[in-house]
Every structure is written in structure tokens, then in C-alpha cells.
């Protein structure tokens, strides 16, 4: 009698917990066409780099680019453009950014001109930022400043290109497409500094600016008077973070470039933080089973069937709710729908997950994993 009681006890407190485990059950998918971001993002340039890993995720996380097809580009600095679009992407606000460049663009009477696409580009996700008070119009004025040197030199070029050309109305045109480009190259292409790009870091983040008798961490540096004067606040903030740490010689280099290196450790450090932020979920959980389906769809396309893997991902995370992760491999890239995942160092796709493994996965707004890390 006691052992049934027990067991009826058992099974009553049990019930609860079952009911929450069951309503804790989410189910997301891959995104399309993961396979050609990951053929995009196996670096040829960066497998011996001790930044690979951060490297690997946020070019997984569609943070930063490389400059073409497997190639970073590790030891080019990081320009103006690049930064910028950092920003609206660390801030989900990329298609904003696209949306009004669009508007440049379609107002432009000449929309096929390779020298002011570019340009207009950098506007809108500019005037994005200045209007979520990212950038300021003095830093703009600073950035866009050209000496009488360098527009000497412009002036030269545009001059000797130029000799060639008779005709009046297309010599005008001509001048006004260089004039273009070479202002395009000279301010957005240029290298950032280091310092410019914290604090526009900074107040993406939010981060609380300290002042007065707040302002410790910022005097353990050796060329703090180097950092401009009203930028203390900020930087002081993102120190006492841990965003900005400084080099091992107690300097922080504020007029310095950084490579495309440095950018991927710095985003790394944030990028969680940030994703959280704009509605991501990131999980940790034990694979504790895979399914695996080959089937067979018609495509129209082909006018023929083709082979279609499903594979169902069943994780328990910690904190003990689960999750059900749909993806798919096609012969046809069109209909996959997957994932990035590093595992031991190197990139794979979700293939690689193992049944047992601990992972760490990132859900975006749309329920959508878009990158995985196999943990030790």
C-alpha cells in the first residue's frame, strides 16, 4: 500500500514538470541557402590565424564580409564604409540603411553609373545612423574634410584623365563621375581610427558614459591625451565593461587603424550582447537525438525528382526546456535550409553535429538558427 501511495506521489509531482517541459517545446528551422554562405565564408587566408574562431563567427553571424569569394583579407584595415556597415548590421538596422540608399539611388538620373552607386550606399546607411544619434554631424564634417593637398592631387588626376575628352557636355559629366569617385575613395575608403570606432561602438551598445570622479579605468592609460577630450566618457565606459581593454603596454593606440583581425576579436566580445538585444535567442543544450529522412521531391525546374535529406535536431537545454531544429539538404541548393556550425576550429554545416554533443545556437526573430558552436 505504502509503495503504491509512493508511486502515485511520484507520478503526481512528476505531472507538473512534464506539463512545463512540454509547453517549453520550441521548434525552429535553418535558413535558405546557408550552403552558399558557408562555400563563401571558408577562409583561405585566416586557417592559422589564433583569431580564427572569432573570425568563423562573425562571418557566420553575417557581421563581416570578406572581401571576395574565401578570401578576409586579414591585414587590410578597417575603413570608414566597413565600419558603417558594421554598425547597421550589429544593430539589425541593415535593411533600413538599404531601403533609403534605394532612395539616392533611384533619384540619381544616372543609376547605372558604377562611380555614384557606391556613394549613395554609404548615405543612406550614414543618414541611418546620424538619425539613431550613432554618428554626429561634427564627426561627419571631420570625416569628410579633405586638404588642400589631397585636393590638389584629386584635381591633377581628374585634369590628366580628362585631356582625352572633347566633347563639352561629356567632359562635364565625366568630371562630376571622377570628382565622385576619387571624394568616394578618399573619405569612405580611408582606414578608421581605432578611437572613432569604439565610441561608435559604445553608443550602439548604449553604453553609460561616466563622468567626473566615475572616470577611473581611462586613467591607467599612458596616452590618454591622445583620446579626444569629449570622447573620455564613452571610452571610460567601455572599459569598465570589458569592451576596450588596451594594449599589454598600458596604452589604448587611440589614433591607430585596426586590422580586419582586430575587428573580429573586438566583435566577438559584443556581438552576443547584441543579438540578445535585438531579439535573438542564443541556447545551450545536449543533441540528445537526430533524425535523419531521405525523400524525394518533384522540381519543376529540373522537370526531374531530386534527393532531399530532412534531418530533425531534439535538444534539451539548460535551462530544461527543449528544441526541435528542422533542416534540409537538396541537390538542388535552392531548397536547402540550414545552418553554420564550428566544430574543433574549422567550419562545417549542421551535418557535423553529432548525436551527444553540447552546442550553443543562435535563433534569429524569424525562428530561424543561423550558426552553431559544438562546446567542449
Known amino acids: 500500500m505504502r509503495k503504491t501511495l509512493l508511486i502515485i506521489l511520484l507520478i503526481i509531482t512528476l505531472l507538473p514538470i512534464a506539463t512545463v517541459a512540454y509547453g517549453?517545446?520550441?521548434r525552429y528551422k535553418g535558413y535558405d541557402n546557408y550552403s552558399t554562405l558557408y562555400d563563401y565564408i571558408r577562409f583561405y587566408d585566416t586557417t592559422k590565424l589564433k583569431?580564427?574562431?572569432s573570425i568563423d563567427k562573425i562571418a557566420s553571424l553575417l557581421m563581416v564580409r570578406g572581401i571576395d569569394y574565401r578570401h578576409y583579407d586579414k591585414n587590410s584595415y578597417l575603413t570608414y564604409e566597413d565600419a558603417i556597415s558594421i554598425l547597421v548590421r550589429l544593430m539589425g538596422?541593415?535593411?533600413i540603411g538599404q531601403k533609403k540608399s534605394k532612395e539616392y539611388i533611384n533619384m540619381d538620373?544616372?543609376?547605372k553609373d558604377k562611380f555614384t552607386t557606391n556613394e549613395k550606399w554609404v548615405k543612406g546607411h550614414v543618414n541611418t545612423l546620424i538619425e539613431r544619434s550613432i554618428i554626429t554631424g561634427n564627426e561627419i564634417n571631420k570625416i569628410t574634410y579633405i586638404s588642400d593637398k589631397k585636393q590638389k592631387e584629386m584635381d591633377k588626376k581628374i585634369k590628366k584623365r580628362l585631356?582625352?575628352?572633347?566633347?563639352?557636355?561629356?567632359?562635364s559629366k565625366l568630371k562630376s563621375k571622377l570628382e565622385e569617385k576619387l571624394n568616394y575613395s578618399n573619405i569612405w575608403k580611408r582606414p578608421i581610427t581605432r578611437e572613432q570606432f569604439m565610441v561608435w561602438i559604445g553608443r550602439a551598445l548604449e553604453v553609460e558614459e561616466k563622468y567626473g570622479q566615475s572616470q577611473n579605468y581611462i586613467y591607467t592609460l599612458l596616452d590618454m591625451e591622445k583620446i579626444e577630450t569629449e570622447n573620455i566618457p564613452i571610452i571610460e565606459g567601455l572599459m569598465r565593461k570589458g569592451i576596450v581593454t588596451g594594449y599589454t603596454d598600458k596604452t589604448l593606440k587611440p589614433k591607430g587603424k585596426m586590422t580586419r583581425v582586430d575587428v573580429a576579436r573586438f566583435i566577438d566580445k559584443i556581438v552576443d550582447y547584441n543579438l540578445v538585444k535585438n531579439g535573438y535567442k542564443i541556447q545551450k543544450g545536449d543533441v540528445y537525438k537526430i533524425n535523419k529522412i531521405v525523400t524525394t521531391k518533384a522540381d519543376e525546374l529540373l522537370n526531374d525528382l531530386v534527393y532531399v535529406g530532412e534531418s530533425e535536431f531534439k535538444i534539451k537545454n539548460n535551462d530544461s526546456t527543449f528544441a526541435n531544429i528542422k533542416t534540409i539538404d537538396s541537390e538542388d541548393s535552392r531548397n536547402d535550409n540550414g545552418f553554420i556550425v564550428l566544430k574543433d576550429g574549422k567550419v562545417y554545416t549542421q551535418n557535423i553535429i553529432d548525436q551527444g554533443d553540447y552546442i550553443k545556437y543562435y535563433v534569429n526573430k524569424k525562428g530561424e538558427v543561423i550558426y552553431a558552436k559544438v562546446l567542449d
Open 163 to 171: 585631356e582625352s575628352v572633347k566633347n563639352p557636355s561629356k567632359k
Open 109 to 111: 538620373n544616372e543609376v
Open 93 to 95: 538596422i541593415e535593411d
Open 24 to 26: 517549453g517545446l520550441e
Open 51 to 53: 583569431a580564427k574562431p
